[in-house]
């Protein structure tokens, strides 16, 4: 399983394909009860690593629109 730290260094599209993955797995019914609760948390840390970085990609577009705007 991947660490906090592992996690923080993903990119948005590595982030978003473990968690397509996971809800995969989740939503076979296959997985034992822990299993199915690890793979949750992994993936509100996946979920939580996509919207920082997208946070960060509005604010760099809000810059550079304010910065267009300033010319």
């Not at 399983?1 to 990119?11: A, E, P, Q, V, Y």
């Not at 995969?24 to 920082?52: I, M, N, Q």
């Amino acid at each position: 399983m991947s660490t906090d730290k592992d996690i923080s260094n993903l990119s948005f599209e590595q982030a978003l394909e473990q968690m397509t993955r996971l809800v995969e797995k989740l939503e076979s019914g296959e997985l034992p009860l822990e299993e199915s609760v690890a793979a949750f948390e992994k993936g509100v840390k996946l979920s939580r690593r996509c919207e920082a970085l997208l946070d960060q990609a509005e604010q760099r577009l809000q810059v550079l629109g304010n910065s267009e705007d300033a010319s």
